[in-house]
C-alpha cells in the first residue's frame, strides 16, 4: 500500500489545481447543503408547530385551516368527546380558532404578499403555553389590537410594535405586541380578536379549527371515533404533529428537489474540473508511477491510491463547502407555504444529518471524478514511464 503522505505532498506541490478543484468542489457541497438544510428548516418549523398530544378537526375533507370550516354550534360537542383532557377547574382543554390570509405590501420588495391571519379567543396562551410575549404587551380583549410573531416582524407593512395595519379595508388595527412560539409558524402569524377577525370578515357563527388537548397521546383513536362517529357533524379529527407534517410537505419536496436539481448540474462540472486535474496529474507523474511500480507497487495499489487523492481533493473541498453552509443556519428565509398559500419565515437547519449527507455526496464526487485517471494511472507500463 502506498503511504497516504505520498498524495498529501502530491496535493501541496499542486496548490493552484488543488484550490481550483476544491473550491468548485466546496461550491457544490455549499449548495447542496444549504437546500437541504432549508427543507430540514421547513419540517422543523411546521414540526414544531405540532403537539403529540393534541388534536385538531377541520371539516371532512379539507387538508387546511384555510378552508374549512366548523360550525360554533359543534365545539361543545367537540371539546366533550373522549379523551379531552380537563384543566384544573374542571373544563375542557380546547381552542376555536379563525383563520384567514391578507394580501399585505411587503417590505423591501414590490407587489404584496399572503399573511396568515388568526382569530384567537381570550384564552389561548392557556392552551398553548409556548407562546409568550417578547416585546409589548398582550392585546386587551375585544379591542382593536394585535400581537405579530417575532419571524415575521418588520417584513409586511405595518407589522411592527407600535405600527398599524387594515385586517380588512378602513378596519384598522394597532400591533401592541411581539410573541415567540419556539420558532413554529405561528411566528410568522397575526392574531388578532376572534370576534372581530369574524366580524370584519362577515364569520359570524363559525370557526376554521378546534385544538383540543388530549389526556394523552393514546387517547387519539378514542377522540377520532367521537368526532368523526357523529356524522351530523361532517368532521374529521387528525393528530396536530401529522397535520403538520402533511403542511410541510410541499414546500420541503419543492425546495429539495430544487436543490438536488442544482446541485446535479453543478457536480457535473466539478466531476469534470476533477477529472481534468488527476489526469494532468497521471500525465506529470509517469516516471514517479513507473518508479513506484519498479519498487513492487502493484497496479491495484496504484489505483487505490490516486483514487484516495481524488478522494482527499473532494473531502477538502467537501469539509469547506459544508464549514461554509454552516454560516446559512443564521438566515432566515421567507416563502410561501403551498399548504395555506401565505407567507412563512424558515431558518436553515444545519443538521449533522444534512452535513454528513453533503460530505458523502463531495466524497462521491472525488470518487466518480478520479476513477478514469486512476484507471489510467493503474495501466502506465513501468518501463516505458522511466524511458519517458
Given at each position: ?18 484550490l481550483a478543484t476544491a473550491g468548485g468542489i466546496a461550491l457544490v457541497v455549499f449548495v447542496l447543503a444549504s437546500s437541504l438544510m432549508l427543507s430540514a428548516g421547513i419540517k422543523k ?100 389590537e394585535a400581537i405579530v410573531g417575532e419571524r415575521i416582524r418588520g417584513r409586511i407593512a405595518g407589522l411592527d410594535l407600535g405600527q398599524s395595519f387594515d385586517i380588512k379595508k378602513n ?117 514517479e508511477i513507473g518508479t513506484l511500480r519498479a519498487l513492487g507497487f502493484s497496479r491495484r495499489a496504484i489505483l487505490a491510491s490516486f483514487l484516495l487523492e481524488a478522494i482527499l481533493l ?75
Amino acid at each position: 500500500m502506498i503511504p497516504i503522505r505520498y498524495n498529501l505532498r502530491s496535493l501541496s506541490v499542486r496548490k493552484a489545481t488543488t484550490l481550483a478543484t476544491a473550491g468548485g468542489i466546496a461550491l457544490v457541497v455549499f449548495v447542496l447543503a444549504s437546500s437541504l438544510m432549508l427543507s430540514a428548516g421547513i419540517k422543523k418549523t411546521l414540526g414544531s408547530s405540532g403537539r403529540p398530544d393534541d388534536a385538531i378537526v377541520l371539516r371532512m375533507g379539507s387538508d387546511a385551516e384555510l378552508g374549512s370550516v366548523v360550525e360554533e354550534s359543534s365545539v361543545p360537542l367537540i371539546l366533550a368527546a373522549p379523551g379531552v383532557k380537563a384543566d384544573e377547574r374542571g373544563q375542557p382543554l380546547g381552542v376555536a380558532e379563525v383563520v384567514v390570509v391578507a394580501a399585505m405590501p411587503k417590505l423591501g420588495a414590490d407587489g404584496v404578499t399572503n399573511v396568515t391571519l388568526r382569530g384567537v379567543p381570550d384564552d389561548v396562551m392557556r392552551f398553548r403555553p409556548e407562546v409568550h410575549i417578547v416585546a409589548g404587551r398582550p392585546p386587551r380583549p375585544g379591542t382593536d389590537e394585535a400581537i405579530v410573531g417575532e419571524r415575521i416582524r418588520g417584513r409586511i407593512a405595518g407589522l411592527d410594535l407600535g405600527q398599524s395595519f387594515d385586517i380588512k379595508k378602513n378596519r384598522p388595527v394597532k400591533v401592541v405586541g411581539v410573541f415567540a412560539a419556539d420558532g413554529s409558524s405561528y411566528e410568522s402569524e397575526v392574531w388578532v380578536d376572534r370576534e372581530l377577525l369574524r366580524q370584519a370578515y362577515g364569520r359570524e357563527g363559525i370557526v376554521s379549527s378546534v385544538r383540543v388537548r388530549l389526556s394523552s397521546p393514546s387517547k387519539f383513536d378514542a377522540f377520532r371515533a367521537g368526532v368523526e362517529n357523529d356524522k351530523r357533524l361532517g368532521l374529521q379529527a387528525l393528530r396536530e404533529t401529522a397535520f403538520y407534517e402533511k403542511q410541510s410537505e410541499g414546500a420541503a419536496m419543492f425546495v429539495g428537489t430544487l436543490g438536488t436539481v442544482v446541485s446535479f448540474f453543478f457536480a457535473l462540472g466539478a466531476m469534470i474540473g476533477a477529472t481534468i486535474t488527476m489526469y494532468a496529474a497521471v500525465a506529470n507523474r509517469q516516471r514517479e508511477i513507473g518508479t513506484l511500480r519498479a519498487l513492487g507497487f502493484s497496479r491495484r495499489a496504484i489505483l487505490a491510491s490516486f483514487l484516495l487523492e481524488a478522494i482527499l481533493l473532494a473531502g477538502i473541498g467537501g469539509v469547506a463547502g459544508a464549514a461554509a453552509s454552516m454560516a446559512m443556519g443564521l438566515v432566515h428565509f421567507s416563502m410561501v407555504n403551498f399548504a395555506s398559500w401565505s407567507e412563512i419565515v424558515f431558518s436553515f437547519d444545519p443538521t449533522p444529518r444534512v452535513l454528513a449527507t453533503a460530505l458523502v455526496f463531495a466524497c462521491g464526487m472525488g470518487l466518480l471524478g478520479g476513477f478514469f485517471p486512476a484507471v489510467r494511472a493503474a495501466r502506465t507500463s513501468p518501463l516505458k514511464a522511466i524511458r519517458g
